[in-house]
Structures are given as structure tokens and as C-alpha cells.
């Protein structure tokens, strides 16, 4: 995984990532995605509740995978999501989102849609050492900066036989990825060199029974659930479930409040795709065990993790659990 291929550029890079993928499709004979349960789960690394993912240490840990998923309605239901240790949320062209699920403990045996990466993913990205990124392609003059960026990227071109086209959705909500192929071990949690903390919960805070996230044009509600002890997601009014059946019902949600501000790119209508600013400062509410605590969030350089604390500075723990972190313009 250490050498890139550099990816082609224009007319031809389209070509050529529709011939690989209808490759891809053929050799698995066209077949849908597997369910997030299906098969077994590559090796899991357990994390205890009250501990924090390690500081970085260069080169002690393997490289983690990042995802990025179509989150677009007619890309629903997702695959591979619930074994997700963290998800991000991110608003993308014409007021869309699209999400980055990052995988470290647990390799599901499918994952996607995936669709194509965004500039703001190589500064959220900085903060781990050397993952892969799996992504299906990117806006023509982005592609040189990801390929100098310090990651592994991954893309159809590349790695034909990790992807596969599925029968369930029309392209190109229908891109899937084998991690394993990519993978050969998960690196446990010690590549989650995030900041986070995970532990008992703070003090304070209030009660919150539901939260709702809006972006132009895309919706994100999280309603807590005692007896699961989750936040249970629905999207756009409709509650999430994988293609297993299962509810997306992450143990921590993260609204991070950003500055999102123009990127030089634009997509192929001339929209142009939204920057979202992951470095610096600002506050943010962090929702565990059914209550909403007020935060404030720092990230000073783009190889470090984000702190959340109190207001006089004390470190906020998250629940053990499936993080995510919803970037909501400032």
C-alpha cells in the first residue's frame, strides 16, 4: 500500500474509472452488497470504556481506513456503516452531505456506496498517520493534491478487485468496497488519533431527548433512546437503517460548529463544493447518555486530534461507542 499510482486526469480519468468499475462488476457477477453482518467481521480490537486512543507515535501503528459514503437519498440504505468506529458529516455541493466513516476495531465485509473525496477530507484527514482513503474518484484539478497529500488513496483505478458494482441502486449509488482488499489487519484503536477521550460523563449539561442538524438540503435527527442506550439517527425525516435492517444509533453525537467557507473547485454543474474548516477553534455540543452538554472544540494544527473541554478547560469524555461528528456551519 506504500506506492501511489498517480490518477489520470479529464475525460480519459472518466473513462477509465467506468471501464474498471464495469469490470469490477463482472467478476462478482453483478451481485448487491453484502449486509453489514454478513460473513464475519475482521478482527476486532476491544476498547475499555474509560480509555482514550493513544497519542501518536510515527510509525507504531498500521494505517486506518477512511471511507467516503454517498449519503444522497437514492444511495440509502448504506452498507458496512453500524461497524464504523467514527462517521463524519460533511455538507458537499447544492446543500447535500456526504459522510466519512472511519474504520479501525471492526472490517465489515462491505461498505458504501462510495462515492468521491472533497479537499476538506485531506485537512480532517492530516490527523491520523497515513490512512487509506477509499473514494471513487475526484474533481480533476483535486487530484494532484491528494496524490501529495500523506495518505494511501485508493480509487476503482487502482485496486479493481476491491470494488464491486452492485444490482440494488442506480450508478452511481452503487459503488462498493471490499476493506479487506485493502487491509490486511484492523490497527485497533491506537490509530484513532483523534483527541477524543471516552469515560464517565461530565458533569452538567441538560436533558435532551432529540437533536436535529439541518444543512441546505439534507436533515440529521438523533433521538435518544433509553433502553438501547443510543442515539437513534434518522435522515431527511426517515429513520437510518443499514441493508441488514439495522438502526444507525450512534453512543456519541458531536455537533461542531465550523467555519465553511468556498473552495477553489466546483463540480461539473458549476456548483461550487463547500469548504469545511476542521483547524482552529470554536464550540460545539457533544450529546451523551440522553443529555446535551455545551462545549468548546480545538484543533491547532492539522497532524493533531480535536480536544473538546469545559468552559474552564476540563476534557469532556465520550461514551464508549460509535462517535459521530456532524460539522455544522458556524
Not at 475525460?11 to 464475519?40: E, F, I, N, Y
Amino acid at each position: 500500500m506504500g506506492h501511489k499510482t498517480r490518477t489520470r486526469r479529464g475525460t480519459t480519468a472518466v473513462a477509465l474509472l467506468a471501464a474498471t468499475v464495469s469490470l469490477a462488476a463482472g467478476c462478482t457477477g453483478g451481485r448487491g452488497p453484502a449486509d453489514d453482518s454478513s460473513g464475519q467481521p475482521s478482527r476486532t480490537a476491544e476498547r475499555s470504556p474509560s480509555q482514550s486512543p493513544s497519542p501518536r507515535k510515527s510509525g507504531t501503528t498500521a494505517p486506518l481506513l477512511a471511507v467516503k459514503i454517498d449519503n444522497a437519498p437514492d444511495a440509502r440504505p448504506q452498507t458496512g456503516l453500524n461497524a464504523a468506529d467514527l462517521v463524519y458529516a460533511e455538507q458537499v455541493e447544492g446543500g447535500l452531505s456526504r459522510l466519512m466513516a472511519v474504520y479501525a476495531t471492526t472490517l465489515p465485509k462491505a461498505v458504501g456506496p462510495v462515492r468521491s473525496a472533497r479537499e476538506s477530507d485531506l485537512e480532517l484527514l492530516r490527523q491520523f498517520e497515513r490512512p487509506t482513503l477509499a473514494f471513487s474518484g475526484a474533481q480533476g484539478k483535486l487530484m494532484p493534491l491528494i496524490d501529495k497529500a500523506p495518505l494511501d488513496a485508493r480509487t476503482p483505478e487502482q485496486v479493481a478487485d476491491a470494488y464491486y458494482r452492485g444490482t440494488d441502486k442506480p450508478s452511481p449509488h452503487n459503488l462498493y468496497l471490499r476493506p479487506e482488499k485493502l487491509l490486511a489487519h484492523t490497527p485497533g484503536k491506537d490509530a484513532l488519533t483523534t483527541g477524543f477521550r471516552f469515560g464517565a460523563a461530565p458533569e452538567g449539561g441538560r436533558r435532551e431527548t432529540s437533536r436535529t442538524v439541518r444543512y441546505p438540503a439534507a436533515r440529521f435527527t438523533f433521538t435518544w433512546s433509553a433502553d438501547r442506550d443510543r442515539w437513534l439517527l434518522s435522515m431527511d425525516g426517515t429513520p437510518t437503517v443499514t441493508t441488514d435492517g439495522k438502526r444507525v444509533a450512534p453512543a456519541t453525537v458531536v455537533v461542531q460548529h465550523v467555519k465553511v467557507r468556498e473552495s477553489a473547485f466546483h463540480d461539473f454543474l458549476g456548483n461550487n463544493t463547500p469548504y469545511t474548516e476542521t483547524v482552529g477553534s470554536g464550540t460545539a455540543e457533544v450529546l451523551r447518555d440522553g443529555r446535551s452538554y455545551d462545549v468548546r472544540w480545538k484543533r491547532a494544527r492539522p497532524t493533531d486530534g480535536t480536544d473538546f473541554t469545559t468552559e474552564d478547560g476540563t476534557p469532556v469524555n465520550f461514551a464508549d461507542g460509535q462517535v459521530w461528528v456532524l460539522f455544522s456551519k458556524a
